[in-house]
């Protein structure tokens, strides 16, 4: 059975002390090495331009879903599913301070990559909403009402409702179009490996079906697992959640060397 609680790929069950250090002490592994590292990968941009507002959902770019400047020292890639509770843990507790700190500042990009879990009734839908919104420029406002109102919407499935109040409603109404012919469920990640593709598929889904295959080759046995670059050097991928205290200052010893 697929871990709710952490969002696991893994079908047994796995004690709750031993999976919350696991994301201090890799970080702190990390800063022991003292890593000298080269330029920054490229990625993504975040700005949706007003002009697609009435364009149809395959004419509109893909999505944008980072935080900040593609150009900043550190990226940090986070494979997420918005119906684990951990991920909307580290969002609320860690990445929104961080937004609002060293990604206002110009040192860290932070970048979403959708990983939905098969086990998760409603996480590939979920990530349809953010993904539509992000193609109109509104993947911010999209991703926190869906981690700050998870537990609602996970027990009814009435995304559209906390997307809707996000935003005004003539950007929810550009949502909307772009969500056309986007009927539940989602695409998820199989249980077994691979993509399990939605009986109802839409132009959404190519842009989840991507990132969860980039998610399988690191590969991410749970959710949120995450993948820090500085200047162009990739490190190990983490998961499990980590205060951002215990972040900020791995991310402050990087920006020493």
């Not at 991703?143 to 906390?162: C, M, R, V």
Request: charged residues 15%; proline residues 8%.
């Amino acid at each position: 059975m697929i871990q709710h609680t952490y969002g696991s790929l893994d079908t047994q069950s796995r004690p709750r002390q031993a999976r919350r250090p696991r994301a201090a002490h890799f970080l702190m592994a990390l800063c022991a090495l003292g890593l000298a590292l080269a330029p920054a990968a490229n990625s993504q941009t975040k700005q949706a331009s007003a002009r697609h507002a009435s364009a149809k959902p395959s004419e509109l770019p893909a999505p944008q879903k980072g935080y900040g400047s593609a150009s900043a020292p550190i990226v940090m890639e986070v494979f997420s599913d918005y119906q684990c509770p951990m991920c909307r843990n580290l969002f609320e507790q860690t990445l929104r301070p961080m937004i609002a700190d060293y990604v206002a500042a110009g040192k860290v990009y932070l970048v979403h990559r959708d990983f939905p879990l098969a086990g998760h009734l409603y996480s590939g839908q979920a990530a349809r909403w953010a993904n539509a919104a992000a193609r109109v420029g509104k993947f911010e406002a999209a991703e926190g009402a869906l981690y700050d109102n998870q537990a609602t919407w996970e027990a009814n499935g009435n995304i559209e409702k906390f997307i809707s109040e996000a935003m005004s409603a003539a950007d929810f109404a550009r949502v909307q179009r772009a969500m056309q012919g986007c009927e539940a469920p989602g695409p998820t990640a199989g249980a077994t490996g691979g993509v399990m593709p939605s009986p109802k598929p839409c132009a959404i889904d190519p842009f989840i079906a991507e990132d969860i295959m980039l998610g399988l080759k690191l590969p991410v046995h749970a959710t949120p697992t995450y993948v820090i670059t500085y200047k162009g050097q990739r490190l190990p991928a983490g998961s499990g959640f980590v205060s951002w205290p215990i972040l900020k200052q791995f991310f402050d010893s990087l920006l020493s060397q």
